[in-house]
């Protein structure tokens, strides 16, 4: 099974509103965290936001905030007022275990390619 | 400024030739990772290393090499052995710590002709 399932391969969203992108999540560990990276044309990878398992509110930095939901096994990343600057490939990620356990190991889902239009 | 440093940016090969890609961080980060991209796909773990001189196989890590002999230096080695090698690679360092996650180098874009 994937342990992380991002199931809109392209999105499109007019400038200035807001766009939720989604992801769901499989584990049987109690302990994990959740994470939104940007991908642009160029690359690079741009850690955008970060939700820990036993964190009680959902995270939010800025513009993008994470629509946390444990008992469904969601992190959908919402991006609010969205400029052309945003386009991009957005990636879910998720660690498992204790970081001093296993490391900071990643799993990626596939992606979610967001194209904001005028 | 800290961060990683991968280089070349982009790298040819010749069917049967071992290429090594090269990755260095200045950020004092223990561990370190080796990731591909396909066109369409999120990122796989190669390999990684969360300490000097140890380093764990990742889930495609067959026809890849690494070494970790200096803290600052992961290079990953594609070898003649990995049937297609043509992908875009990134090198990521962390450090132990609950709420952080990678800082990446730009990529290395690899060729085979």
């Known amino acids: 099974a994937q342990k992380i399932t991002q199931t809109q391969p392209g999105m499109f969203v007019q400038e200035k509103e807001a766009v939720t992108l989604d992801c769901t999540y499989d584990t049987s560990d109690p302990s994990y965290g959740l994470f939104w990276y940007k991908q642009p044309s160029s690359g690079e990878m741009i850690f955008l936001i970060y939700q820990g398992s036993y964190d009680q509110q959902n995270a939010t930095e800025g513009r993008y905030s994470l629509n946390f939901q444990k008992a469904r096994k969601s992190a959908n990343l919402v991006i609010s007022a969205s400029q052309l600057g945003d386009s991009a490939m957005y990636f879910c990620?998720?660690?498992?275990?204790?970081?001093?356990?296993?490391?900071?190991?990643?799993?990626f889902g596939t992606g979610t390619q967001l194209k904001v239009e005028l | 400024d800290g961060g990683i440093t991968q280089s070349p940016k982009y790298l040819f090969r010749k069917e049967g030739q071992n290429v090594t890609l090269s990755c260095e961080q200045n950020?004092?980060?223990?561990?370190m990772y080796w990731y591909r991209q396909d066109p369409g796909q999120g990122l796989r773990l190669i390999y990684y290393?969360?300490?000097?001189?140890?380093?764990q196989k990742g889930d495609i890590a067959e026809g890849y090499s690494v070494s970790r002999e200096k803290k600052e230096s992961f290079p990953l080695t594609v070898t003649s052995a990995q049937k297609n090698p043509t992908a875009f690679y990134l090198c990521?360092?962390?450090?132990?710590?609950?709420?952080?996650?990678?800082?990446f180098g730009s990529g290395t874009r690899l060729t085979v002709v």
């Open positions: 990620a998720m660690r498992e275990g204790m970081v001093t356990g296993g490391g900071n190991k990643l799993t």
């Open positions: 990521a360092s962390s450090s132990q710590g609950g709420s952080s996650g990678y800082t």
């Open positions: 290393s969360q300490i000097v001189n140890d380093f």
């Open positions: 950020l004092n980060h223990d561990a």
